[in-house]
């Protein structure tokens, strides 16, 4: 595995490949949700590009981002474990410089849900996603369903952009109790861990309702909230896959998420119905 930190660096090595590239951009403190990335792109292409870097422009005042959980050397061997072929380990003056240009966030589907407690947290995703995608320039993107929102407005921006390179989305893995895999899960304490799994449950509830028939929005949200209570819900929503409000759920096209606040940990889940 080779390891780079000068983005033209690497942009000149990865150019001067004639092969296919699969690219997976990380914030590190890797788990096995990323090792299942790195796999879908090792199986889709001849070469694997990893980013590690921990995006400042995507937390807000406040949040993180100095405890946000930091692990070069455990890192690179994962990703040397997993068959990577190149590690990209920029600091944020490789990625940035003074008076930026950046991508804004749509500003509809950027300020909903996650954008409504996280205002501006897109726009940064989005600046960064672009300026990783140009340097790597792969032929697939790997990005995990876990984040919904996120993989909604980098693939919305990849078409409006008209950029050449495919988005795939990866499905979200869980633990042997079904708390979805996050880097984030690590701030929460045994019995945090615990109340976190009303998470999971919930979604599991709308999933056996809608089994059952019953579609209507209103009535699945009341239920999952009556599971989620007394941790804070950022939003229980259900959307069309394109983001749009549904006042009934419609199978095959919808997808059910939920931000929770759990102790001082955000955490976010959803599924696809
Ligand atoms: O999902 C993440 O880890 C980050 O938001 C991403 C896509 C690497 C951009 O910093």
Redesign the pocket.
């Known amino acids: 595995m080779r390891v780079f930190q000068s983005p033209l660096e690497l942009k000149n090595e990865l150019r001067s490949l004639d092969a296919s590239i699969g690219f997976v951009?990380?914030?590190g403190a890797l788990h096995n949700g990323h090792i299942s990335l790195i796999k879908k792109a090792k199986e889709q292409n001849e070469i694997v590009v990893v980013?590690i870097?921990v995006?400042p422009t995507?937390f807000l005042k406040g949040e993180d981002l100095d405890k946000y959980p930091r692990r070069e050397q455990a890192d690179r061997r994962v990703c040397e474990l997993a068959g990577v072929d190149y590690l990209f380990y920029p600091n944020a003056d490789d990625i940035y410089g003074k008076d930026e240009v950046t991508v804004c966030a749509p500003n509809v589907r950027g300020y909903i849900l996650e954008g409504t407690s996280r205002p501006g947290h897109f726009s940064g995703?989005l600046t960064?996603?672009m300026k990783?995608l140009n340097i790597v320039n792969p032929k697939n993107a790997y990005?995990?369903k876990k984040?919904a929102q996120?993989l909604n407005l980098?693939t919305l921006m990849v078409k409006q952009m008209f950029m050449d390179v495919n988005i795939v989305p990866v499905d979200t893995m869980r633990d042997a109790n079904g708390l979805a895999l996050s880097s984030r899960n690590e701030y929460l304490t045994p019995i945090e861990k615990e109340e976190a799994l009303k998470i999971p449950l919930s979604l599991k509830k709308a999933t056996n309702m809608v089994m059952s028939g019953i579609y209507d929005v209103k009535r699945i949200k009341e239920e999952m909230t009556n599971i989620l209570l007394p941790n804070e819900i950022s939003y229980v929503a259900i959307v069309s896959r394109e983001f749009e409000p549904l006042e009934k759920v419609i199978p095959g096209n919808s997808i059910v998420l939920v931000e929770a606040v759990v102790g001082s940990t955000r955490l976010l889940d959803n599924i696809w119905l």
């Open positions: 951009p990380t914030m980013s870097f995006n995507q995703v960064v996603v990783l990005f995990g984040d996120q980098i």
